[in-house]
């Protein structure tokens, strides 16, 4: 089964950046959708932000929109989340999910088949 593994989550002041990895041994990632979540202690699970298996298509919540960028190095089949200017808000543990299914150009915030461990990130001063 595909296992995905994150990794970039840490501490980090307010206003400061991260950049989040999602990979995965074996796989070409290429052919899957990738999705972001997050979850906060005592929170529900939130979509953050996902991009199409072509890489044309990309979705992100509306809190983080114009401070995070996700994008795909297919030669290194691995998905970024760049986050800048970071709240603190924004701390919570970040999963990385995957969906082979979804239509070439589409994503969403919602659905995914195999899902990481997730990192933690930790936005605090």
């Known amino acids: 089964q595909l296992q995905l593994v994150e990794s970039g989550g840490g501490l980090v002041q307010p206003g400061g950046s991260l950049r989040l990895s999602c990979g995965a041994s074996?796989?070409?990632?290429?052919?899957?959708?990738i999705g972001w979540f997050r979850q906060a202690p005592g929170k529900e699970r939130e979509g953050v932000s996902c991009?199409?298996?072509?890489?044309?298509?990309?979705i992100y919540a509306d809190s983080v929109k114009g401070r995070f960028t996700i994008s795909r190095d297919n030669a290194k089949n691995t998905v970024y989340l760049q986050m800048n200017n970071l709240k603190p808000e924004d701390t919570a543990v970040y999963y990385c999910?995957?969906?082979?299914?979804?239509?070439?150009?589409?994503?969403?915030?919602?659905?995914?088949?195999?899902w990481g461990q997730g990192t933690q990130v930790t936005v605090s001063s």
């Open positions: 991009i199409s298996r072509s890489g044309g298509s990309t």
């Open positions: 074996g796989f070409t990632l290429n052919y899957y959708a």
């Open positions: 999910a995957a969906d082979p299914f979804k239509l070439q150009h589409m994503c969403d915030l919602y659905e995914y088949r195999a």
